[in-house]
């Protein structure tokens, strides 16, 4: 990717912990049963988030994006199976999160 270059994913939020105890094949359907309380799990938020999309498709974000993610997490009145949009862009020789909100 060169510099500026943007993207924007959607999908599942799940804590990374989480993440190693599901298999690929079973991302998509296991993240949308991941519950908000345990991702506000103080090891949880620490070990960071992927998101989840279509077709098992797991995007991991850099650290930027924890902070926000929680903020959002705490808001949501939904138990299980939050999804979020995140915008990254092109920062050195990786992607930095600009931007989260809910998908």
């Known amino acids: 990717m060169r ?4 993207e924007v994913l959607d999908g599942y939020v799940v804590d990374i912990i989480c993440l ?3 298999s690929p094949s079973q991302y998509t359907k ?10 506000l ?3 949880c938020v620490e070990s960071g988030y ?4 279509e077709n098992n ?26 999804r979020l949009r995140v915008e990254r862009e092109q920062n050195d020789q990786e992607m930095t ?5 809910f998908a």
């Open 3 to 6: 510099k500026n270059e943007k």
């Open 20 to 22: 190693r105890r599901i």
């Open 30 to 39: 296991q993240a949308s049963e991941h519950s908000t309380a345990c991702a």
């Open 41 to 43: 799990m103080g090891h």
């Open 50 to 53: 992927g998101l989840i999309g």
């Open 57 to 82: 498709e797991l995007k991991l974000l850099d650290p930027k994006a924890t902070p926000r993610i929680v903020a959002l997490l705490k808001q949501t009145d939904k138990d299980k199976g939050v």
């Open 97 to 101: 999160t600009t931007k989260v909100s």
